[in-house]
């Protein structure tokens, strides 16, 4: 991974040590206030408190699950942590005034089977792992936004009404209830007020989490070294990212997709809401897992052979034949889910697709969607408002870390904005 320019170097070694202690004095402080660890803290004490943010551009940025401790002020750059199913990355970002420059980023693979259905179920490899990375790229702001994703998570767009605001949330989680698989003691449960229709009814997004899920990223991050300030979903980081990246006619909607290896995870976005979310459990893990097979390999081996074969063009014909085939029910899920929304949504139609994620990396995928959904399609480049500097980062690089680049981003976008 590039390191950072020596005067870079020096300029953050002179500004942490105060912006950290600063930040730490702050932590303490709101630490004694409550009373409680931080641990206790990120499960129940903000998991009541509603977001009361008005709705407005980048609204969706001041939604969180949790923002355990508190304020960034004083941080001179943001990082973004995702924890994905094949390998952990990390973005920092600087922000000057409105300008953001990109300082770090790293990418760590996990073996297979830390985490299963997006929960961790081996957290000594995701700690080493993140220690790894963060001493890798010499991590100095510990400071982090991150994000889940998967079936532990219920997101509800809802209209409540209630006479008051000190209702609304009684109302939101009383009715949300309803939608819950799991126990409510169970879950650490947000909103965000989307908008506020009439005297009475309020548009909101609900957002539960499973709180044994939650707290095993929380404790990993921490057990690593790391602060975990506040956490998102995978879904709100594409949302940031694009709402920063494209700017879109309200009257239209653009469904974001990521193909991770273990989920597709499409958001429709429109008129700065995310109107309609889906994730399905399938990913580039299937695809390794069928050339395991018909090769008789290694998950490893396999694994490889894919990357390999993906980026030099010299795929052997079986396995370019399961890409193929890989590549054409990944688009299909994304045309059915598009048609589900259009069928069950009276909200702006789709008008063009953007994919991210490690597996919008198969060679000519976003033709294959475009041909499938009949929308235009392209591949998200995450890097559009960000600066960097070209003795640092090439083009290519950028280019070939862009698809896994760009959740990791929209968490440090999140964080810079809150
Ligand atoms: N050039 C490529 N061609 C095909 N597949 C690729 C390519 N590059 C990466 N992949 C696949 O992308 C997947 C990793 O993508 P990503 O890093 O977005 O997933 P993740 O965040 O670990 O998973 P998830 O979000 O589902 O938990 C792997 O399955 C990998 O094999
Ligand atoms: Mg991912």
Known sequence: MANLPPKLQDFLKSQFPLVLSTLDKLNQLKTKKSNTTP??????VKALAPTQSKASFF?????KIIDALGSYSGSKTFVGISIGTSSIKI??????????????????????????????VNPVAVIENI?????????????????????????KRMTVSSANKKELQD????????????????????????????????????????????DGYMKCLSDAGLKPKIVDLDFFALQNLVEANYPMDPSEAIAVVDIGASSIKVVITSGGIPVFTKDTGIGGKNLTSEIQRNLNLTFADAESLKISGASSGALPQEVGDLMQN????????????????????????????????GCAGIPGFSKIVEDTVSLPSQLMNPFNV??????????????AIAPIASIPIGLALRAGAS
């Open 386 to 399: 960000i600066s960097y500097d070209p003795s640092v980062f090439t083009p290519e690089y950028l280019n």
């Open 131 to 155: 220690k790894v990375l963060v001493n890798q790229i010499k991590l100095k702001n510990k400071d982090v936004c991150t994000s889940l994703s998967g079936t532990s998570l219920i997101i």
């Open 59 to 63: 609204n969706l940025i001041k939604f």
């Open 326 to 357: 890989m590549a054409d029910n990944l688009a299909m899920e994304i045309k059915k889910t598009i048609d589900f929304y259009h069928a069950s949504s009276s909200g702006a139609p789709v008008t063009s697709v953007l994919l991210t994620g």
């Open 91 to 120: 973005i920092e970002l600087r922000k000057t005034g409105k300008i953001w420059h990109l300082v770090h980023f790293g990418v760590v693979n996990l073996p297979e089977d830390v985490i299963v259905n997006r929960e961790i």
């Open 171 to 214: 109302q939101v989680f009383w009715e949300a209830e309803q939608y819950l698989p799991f126990d409510v003691s169970e879950v650490v449960m947000d909103f965000h007020i989307l908008s506020q229709l009439n005297d009475k009814e309020t548009d909101v997004i609900f957002v539960a989490v499973k709180k044994s899920v939650l």
């Open 39 to 44: 641990e206790k803290e990120s499960t129940v």
